[in-house]
């Protein structure tokens, strides 16, 4: 039983892949010969790192991104650091309110 569900599975696989690329002939047989993208030389690799940090750094889209995540980051610190402090802050009016010296707190 296993094996003729595997089967059935297998055959179905096999034709939706024919079927996708029977879709997909008459627009391959359109594309051109030759290549779009020129032949990428070491020169080229060696350089894309160096391009894409000038290009970053020459506009202010990476440091407005670096200041709205600092402030964010800056903001959730606050909003813990608060939080924080309410929990000592109840604990320590806990552990005056249980002294046991007699005196309200």
């Keep these: ?43 080229m690799i060696v350089q894309w790192p160096g391009n894409v940090i000038k290009r970053f750094s020459s506009s202010n889209f990476f440091r407005n991104i670096l200041v709205a995540d600092l402030e964010k980051s ?6 813990a650091a608060l939080k924080i402090y309410n929990v000592v802050d109840k604990f320590i009016e806990k552990l005056k309110g249980n002294s046991g010296n007699g005196m309200p707190s």
């Design 74 to 79: 800056l903001r959730k610190f606050k909003i």
């Design 1 to 43: 039983m296993i094996v003729l569900i595997s089967q059935i599975v297998f055959i179905l696989s096999f034709l939706g892949v024919l079927f996708i690329i029977a879709r997909k002939l008459p627009v391959l047989s359109q594309l051109p010969e030759e290549p779009l993208v020129e032949r990428v030389s070491f020169k």
